[in-house]
């Protein structure tokens, strides 16, 4: 599997996720790293369709987006502009607001104010997780 992207570059990112389907697959990578697993009769067995790195059970056929069940589940403005208000959500030290980003975008304040909350949402429930050792910050 190929190296996660860490840093704040912006032009180091587009270059690392450049378009949607190289979006999927990472997200497709992350999601199966240990392997596939139906949601309905836990078979492990699979066909991937390449488009959007579907996966669906040689037993039940039961399809299964790389996406769904993330934060870019039905995501309906790209997923690469998803990743990249991840993205700066993430590296921005100031607040963002969702006015900005959806002009930044091309998208509603509306959907961008909604995806956002689902991003802090996402965000907050790593809390769960805490960060143990040395922990640097800024």
């Known amino acids: 599997m190929e190296a996660i992207f860490r840093g704040e ?18 997200i497709a990578n992350e999601k199966w790293k240990n392997g596939y697993k139906c949601k309905r009769c836990l078979n492990t067995k699979f066909i991937q369709f390449e488009k959007h790195f579907t996966r669906e059970c040689t037993k039940c056929r039961y399809k299964e987006s790389a996406t769904c069940g993330t934060l870019f589940h039905k995501v309906k403005f790209g997923i690469q502009k998803a990743f990249c208000i991840v993205f700066e959500m993430s ?19 509306k959907t961008s ?25 800024d």
């Not at 802090?120 to 922990?135: D, F, Q, R, T």
């Open 91 to 109: 590296c921005t030290t100031k607040g963002l607001s969702s006015t900005q980003t959806a002009k930044r975008y091309g998208i509603t304040q």
């Open 9 to 26: 570059n912006i032009l180091e990112f587009i270059k690392a996720f450049p378009d949607d389907n190289k979006c999927r697959e990472v």
């Open 113 to 137: 104010w909604m995806f956002m909350q689902k991003v802090k949402l996402a965000m907050k429930s790593s809390e769960n997780h805490p960060m143990k050792g040395n922990v640097q910050v």
